[in-house]
């Protein structure tokens, strides 16, 4: 399922279809987890019978998180609590990706100044590497990850003394946000800010995380994956991910991105598929069928560009159109892709898209 030539330089114009479940499709799905499998703790609707099912089909589930709080022992134990068992090999963190980093560029037992969780000093251990708490203690660099809404403000000075000192500064991610069971709360990229106001924007951390490419080396590395169909939530960390590793993606829209979002992404944040959760797994992807005149069809709905903005209608007699729930609302947010990337070109599209989302519920 590679892209084609043109869809590598300039990304996708349209969702893509697949005339078999995607679980049967690729053999394995590089899951996030914040947002995908669960969010704030709790599992996301559908998501632990969605994995069962894929799982029993044959489909290899590794979990790819740019959260680098928990050891993959602990992630792994937290999903089995939620009726997904996992083992801590099935889980990829970007503390290891950002830990195999460090160990590359540093001398062998190097001290390491760490803010963050328990996940980024199992990870550096595992490199051979010392965790530090302080920047009097000289470590030979300085790593950020996300430590938790606990996470002192304190940790943040110290990491601005070393890197003020010229101590070489990485990051395991830039995720602005993460969400949680009560919204949307800052991420680790809000924490890496933070440093660097604080150290005068001279500088800027190494990244190991999603979409770098560090993270992805890291993830086929560990799982071996020879058809991988990444699935995310986020348009600038999973999809550009896939995107730079040339791979597919699935978009599930139960987390931070949505349907007027999705519409308006840039070339390299258009995913390869798009469902409304982790069924899509076990779905076949109707495709998106391009028209003379320039709307697009997919399922019973037809979207096309008129009067300045993305429209949407039945796309004839007999066709589902407005009655055919959850799904048939998918087929109209696929058929919107291809109306609006297709007239975005290689930029975002900025067409109104209320009206049109308002039809499907969304």
Avoid at 85 to 90: F, I, L, R, T
Avoid at 212 to 229: C, D, I, S, W, Y
Avoid at 255 to 266: H, I, K, Q, R, S
Avoid at 313 to 339: F, I, K, N, Q
Wanted: charged share 20%.
């Amino acid at each position: 399922m590679a892209r084609s030539g043109q869809e590598k330089r300039h990304g996708r114009t349209r969702p893509g279809g697949s005339a078999v479940a995607l679980s049967a499709a690729y053999d394995t799905a590089l899951l996030d987890l914040d947002g995908v499998v669960y969010a704030g703790g709790e599992a996301v609707p559908y998501a632990v019978e969605a994995l069962g099912t894929a799982r029993e089909g044959g489909m290899h589930l590794a979990y790819v998180t740019n959260n680098a709080l928990r050891t993959p022992d602990a992630v792994a134990a937290h999903l089995t609590e939620l009726g997904v068992p996992a083992q801590g090999a099935d889980v990829v963190t970007s503390a290891q990706a950002v830990a195999r980093m460090i160990a590359e560029d540093v001398p062998a037992g190097g001290r390491v100044l760490v803010i963050g969780g328990e996940g980024l000093r199992v990870a550096l251990r595992e490199r051979g590497l010392e965790p530090v708490e302080s920047a009097d203690d000289e470590p030979v660099a300085v790593v950020q990850g996300y430590g938790g809404p606990e996470l002192p403000w304190g940790r943040f000075a110290e990491a601005a003394y070393a890197v003020a000192r010229g101590v070489p500064w990485y990051a395991s991610n830039t995720d602005l946000t993460i969400p949680g069971a009560r919204g949307i709360g800052p991420g680790n990229g809000a924490a890496v800010e933070v440093v660097r106001i604080a150290t005068g924007g001279a500088v800027e951390p190494k990244v190991a995380g999603k979409p770098q490419p560090p993270m992805h080396r890291e993830t086929v590395l560990r799982t071996g994956a020879e058809r991988p169909l990444v699935v995310g939530d986020r348009l600038d960390t999973d999809i550009e991910g896939a995107f730079n590793g040339d791979v597919d993606s699935l978009l599930v829209l139960t987390g931070v991105t949505d349907a007027a979002t999705l519409l308006a992404a840039v070339p390299e944040h258009r995913p390869t598929y798009v469902a409304r959760d982790l069924r899509g797994l076990l779905e076949r992807q109707p495709e998106v069928v391009p028209e003379d005149g320039g709307s697009y069809v997919c399922g019973g709905w037809r979207a096309a560009v008129s009067g300045g903005e993305l429209t949407l209608e039945p796309a004839g007699p007999g066709t589902a159109g407005d009655g055919d729930g959850a799904r048939g609302a998918m087929d109209g947010v696929r058929a919107l892709c291809g109306a609006a990337w297709s007239a975005a070109g290689d930029g975002a599209c900025g067409l109104d898209a209320g009206k049109a989302l308002a039809r499907l519920g969304l």
